[in-house]
């Protein structure tokens, strides 16, 4: 009887760790994800990963648009979700700065199917790792 209950508490202690783990925002799942069913080249996939945008053609774009979607940062009306894009740069930089780089990255856009996606990213990357001295 004591077995069973101890069994029952360690598989609801799982559970309760699981789900605190997997609700949080899976960045590398959704970059290997998108990698995978874009089927991006590795070397053009760690550039990407790495900061460098030098490499852009629609396809590559289209994988950013994967990226930034499954992330949670842009739902497919290309609203964006503010809250989830100013938790992950508060990671990185102090509030302030992601509420400037947030503003100066997602304002006036013009919504193109993979383009906006991508320039979005860009902007919030390279503005944040510029930034990143600003830390809290």
């Not at 360690?10 to 799942?29: F, K, P, R």
């Amino acid at each position: 009887m004591e077995r069973l209950v101890l069994v029952r508490l360690l598989s609801v202690c799982l559970v309760v760790l699981l789900v605190q783990v997997c609700s949080g925002q899976d960045i590398l799942g959704s970059y290997f994800r998108c990698r995978n069913e874009y089927d991006i080249e590795p070397s053009v996939f760690e550039a990407l990963r790495a900061g460098d945008f030098s490499v852009r053609n629609s396809f590559v774009e289209c994988f950013g648009e994967c990226f930034v979607k499954r992330a949670g940062f842009m739902n497919d009306n290309f609203t964006f979700n503010r809250d989830t894009i100013m938790r992950f740069m508060a990671r990185f930089v102090s509030k302030e700065v992601a509420e400037v780089v947030y503003k100066s990255c997602t304002e006036n856009i013009t919504p193109t199917y993979c383009v906006t996606a991508f320039e979005v990213y860009q902007c919030i990357y390279e503005n944040v790792s510029k930034k990143w001295d600003t830390r809290k």
